[in-house]
């Protein structure tokens, strides 16, 4: 072999060893892009995950508000005045000895209301 062919073996040599290194560079960073962005653990599902946590404290804070207004009513009804208030208001009971007015309807608003 002459001098000649030697360099032009050696330079084929050392190119196709530039260009697998670039393309197992090129997978390598690919695989790591997958890996950081789009995996089980990575970015995108870390971003979804924070949504969801974000979105959960806000239900979290409106359930624990409901909690406290729950419980703070429940203690009113220890008192027997805000045990009747409510009786007689929510379900129309009357004590005995009260008089009980009812209002009826006369006229065409009578007429066009439905009987019971």
């Known amino acids: 072999m002459t001098r000649g062919d030697v360099t032009v073996h050696t330079r084929r040599a050392r190119r196709r060893r530039v260009i697998l290194a670039l393309c197992l560079g090129a997978v390598g960073a690919g695989l790591l892009v997958y890996i ?16 969801e946590n974000a979105q959960l404290n806000g239900e ?21 005045a805000a045990v009747e208030k409510l009786a007689r208001e929510q379900l129309g009971l009357v ?5 009980v007015y009812r209002f009826v309807e006369t006229g065409t608003a009578a007429a066009k209301r439905p009987d019971p």
């Open 60 to 80: 979290l804070a409106a359930l624990r508000r409901e909690n406290a207004a729950l419980r703070a009513e429940l203690s009113r009804l220890d008192d027997p």
């Open 95 to 99: 004590r005995k000895g009260d008089t």
């Open 36 to 51: 950081f962005v789009f995996s089980r653990h990575g970015y995108l599902r870390r971003r979804k995950l924070e949504r």
